[in-house]
Structures are given as structure tokens and as C-alpha cells.
């Protein structure tokens, strides 16, 4: 499966984790810096009896064969985004000032009452039907405009609020039917995720967002043939959980309860600031434990477990992250222990290798013609995505096996 030609990479939402993602390939390109994190650039893989670099084994574009373009309600450019976002020290950003000043979003699908705590000026217009193909739009044109030979998309923008399925998520007819009628129940990440799977794009969801996890867009992505994969990066607090309880559960040693808490200053803290949205990633961070920790199992290292998330908006400290865990755990005969974890990590830092990793391997996932939801890529997100029937495997050894 050789390279056929460049590859744009899409982004809805180009704010701090997209363009903390583009700075460093750029960075990368011009040597100024080493991919960590990524698996994609760093990890290697059996082949027969050779151990190859997992890039040359699966023909993955090369760094110097991408382009970028994205959506964005803020029609600042990459750098002053970056800049706006403040997770790179300026010297890293000027030295790809030329190359980020370039990059200008196109106005965003975007309404408020998704995400109450941001708003900006770089907005469509029209019915949800009229967006919804302005989008598609936008995607031949960039591809047009760039010479892209193919093209993914990663989610990057913020988190919208928590909503149920309805009827118009049950089938592409029915979402379609709704996105002529105004639907208030599809949402502008729904939006965007018919608009990639209509255009043929392959997409990853990287925020907990009820987008690609609707049956109609399965279903829709299933028809096309569209590679897609979600939900939400797995980075920071999360990723720790899916390293310690594996090792607690394969020691048999008992969890009575798991506090978790952050403090963020960005813009998802913000956003995350209000019940509706906070009450997405909730559902998203919550679901780790109870596959890895199994009560039904053993009830009686896991059956009273309890669990617990809180998430506060902290402005001082902008990306950096702080995450606190407390571990209650249960040793032979009973003996309670304790476990602490103080994590202070930058956000974006984390989750920019893996927008690389999604893109790149949904990339390979379409040119081998491999449509529809990509469990194989459940070690990147807090909450993977299954194939209809099939059950979440949320432990990261698992996943990277």
C-alpha cells in the first residue's frame, strides 16, 4: 500500500490542541524537533521475524506530504491562535510564525446553546441544511485549492452539552429529514460529521461529543465506506487511569473508591464550566473504570466501588492541567491503602500526537478500504468507540495489543 500523494488533514475547531498539533509537525519538518508521543513516528511493530517502524510498515503518509485547513468561530490565524492559546513558549511559535500565519479557518457550523461559556464572530449562516452543505463545500474547495490527493479529519473544537438519542439519530434518512427541518437535536459536531462521511472523508471525534456515536452516522459511514473512529482523546487523568488500574485489577487488589479531580484555565475549562457540558465528559471519564475494575467479576474487590469526577475552571493556570486522584484499595485480608496521583501535565501537549496518530492511520484505514467504526484505534480515546454488538476494551495494554 504505497503513499499516493499529499494528505490534508482537516480540523474543526483550531484552537489550542490544533494548533499546539500543527506548530509541532511543522517543527518536526524542519528538524526542530523529535515526534514524542507519537506512535505513529516512534513505535515499531513485528513484520513476519523483522521488528519495522510501525510508519513504514503501514505506508503512512510522510510528514512533509500534509496540509492543513480547519473550521474555527475565531478567524485569527494559526500563530495568533497559538498565541491566544499561550501552551508554546513564544521562541517555538516565531519559528514557525511564516509557516502558521498562513493557516486562516474557515467560519465554523457553531451554535450557542452547544456550548453556552464560547461564542465568537466566525460563524455560518442559514438552516442547519444550508451549513450542513456549506461544509461540504468547504471541504471540495480546500481539497481543490490545495492539491490534496485525499483527506481526513480530526475533532479538536470543544465539548458540547449531553444529549439523548432521539429519533432523528436513528438513521441517515431520519438525520437528513431533521437537518432539513431544523432539528434541534442535531448538533453542529453532528454536522460535521455528515458532512466528512457525505464528502468521503475518514474522521476521528476527539471530544466526548454525541457525534459519530449516533446510529445514523455509523450507519451512513457504514454505506460509504468512510473510516471513523471516537470518542475524546485520551490524555492526562484518564490516561493514568487506564495505566494503574490494569495493574491493580491483574494484582487482585480491591478499589473501594476512585475521587478524581482537575483544575484547568483554557478554553475547554471554560466550557467545561457549564452543568451541560461538563456533563458529557463526565459520561466519558466515568465509563473507564467499570471495564477495567470488573464488579460483576469480582464483587468483592470492585462490587461497592466508588466513583467519583469533578472538573473546575481555574484560570490561572491556562493548559496546565493539574489532576488529583485518591485511591482507596484493599489488600490481603482486608487492609485498607491509600494511592495518591498529583498530575500536572499540559493538555494540549498530550492530545497533539494523537490528532497526528488518528490522522495518519484512519488515512491508511481508507486507502486499505477498511469503512465504518475503527475499534482498532480505541488507544487513543477515554471513551472508544465500538462495532455495533461488541463491548469497549478501555485497558491501554489491551488496546495497544
Not at 511564516?98 to 465568537?120: D, Q, R, Y
Not at 458540547?160 to 441517515?172: G, I, Y
Not at 469503512?371 to 489491551?398: N, R, T
Request: charged share 25%.
Amino acid at each position: 500500500m504505497a503513499d499516493q500523494g499529499k494528505l490534508g488533514i482537516l480540523l474543526p475547531g483550531m484552537g489550542a490542541v490544533a494548533t499546539t498539533f500543527v506548530a509541532g509537525v511543522e517543527a518536526i519538518r524542519r528538524g526542530r524537533a523529535a515526534a514524542i508521543g507519537s506512535l505513529t513516528q516512534l513505535g515499531r511493530m513485528k513484520v513476519g521475524d523483522r521488528d519495522v517502524a510501525i510508519r513504514d510498515a503501514l505506508a503512512l503518509a510522510p510528514l512533509e506530504n500534509i496540509v492543513f485547513g480547519g473550521w474555527d468561530i475565531y478567524d485569527d490565524t494559526c500563530f495568533d491562535a497559538a498565541v491566544r492559546a499561550g501552551v508554546l513558549n513564544y521562541p517555538d511559535m516565531a519559528a514557525s510564525r511564516e509557516f502558521l500565519s498562513t493557516l486562516k479557518p474557515m467560519p465554523a457550523v457553531f451554535e450557542n446553546e452547544w456550548i453556552k461559556n464560547l461564542n465568537g464572530p466566525n460563524v455560518k449562516t442559514g438552516t442547519k441544511w444550508e451549513r450542513a452543505n456549506q461544509l461540504i463545500d468547504d471541504i471540495a474547495n480546500f481539497k481543490a485549492s490545495t492539491g490534496a490527493d485525499r483527506l481526513v479529519s480530526v475533532w479538536c473544537g470543544s465539548t458540547e452539552r449531553w444529549t439523548e438519542l432521539q429519533e432523528v439519530h436513528l438513521s441517515p434518512a431520519a438525520f437528513e429529514a431533521g437537518l432539513k427541518a431544523d432539528h434541534p437535536g442535531i448538533s453542529p459536531a453532528m454536522m460535521y460529521a455528515w458532512a466528512l462521511i457525505k464528502s468521503g472523508v475518514p474522521y476521528a471525534n476527539g471530544a466526548p461529543n454525541r457525534a459519530l456515536d449516533t446510529p445514523a452516522l455509523t450507519q451512513l459511514a457504514d454505506e460509504l465506506g468512510v473510516p471513523i473512529a471516537g470518542r475524546d482523546f485520551k490524555t492526562g487523568q484518564t490516561l493514568m487511569k487506564t495505566i494503574l488500574a490494569p495493574g491493580l485489577a491483574s494484582r487482585y487488589i480491591g478499589v473501594k473508591g476512585w475521587y478524581s479531580t482537575n483544575i484547568l484555565g483554557n478554553t475547554d475549562g471554560a466550557v467545561l464550566d457549564d452543568p451541560g457540558s461538563f456533563k458529557t465528559k463526565e459520561e466519558s471519564k466515568l465509563s473507564v473504570l467499570d471495564a477495567i475494575l470488573d464488579a460483576e467479576a469480582h464483587p468483592e474487590l470492585y462490587g461497592d466501588m466508588t466513583h467519583k469526577v469533578r472538573i473546575d475552571y481555574y484560570p490561572p493556570r491556562g493548559d496546565d492541567k493539574e489532576g488529583w486522584d485518591n485511591i482507596d484499595i484493599r489488600g490481603w485480608m482486608d487492609y485498607p491503602m491509600q494511592i495518591k496521583i498529583n498530575f500536572l501535565c499540559k493538555d494540549s501537549i498530550l492530545a497533539a500526537p494523537l490528532v497526528l496518530d488518528l490522522a495518519l492511520l484512519l488515512d491508511a484505514a481508507g486507502r486499505a478500504g477498511n469503512g465504518g467504526v475503527q475499534d482498532w484505534l480505541s488507544f487513543f480515546f477515554k471513551a472508544p468507540q465500538p462495532k455495533v454488538g461488541e463491548m469497549v476494551v478501555h485497558d491501554l495494554f489491551d488496546q495497544q495489543d
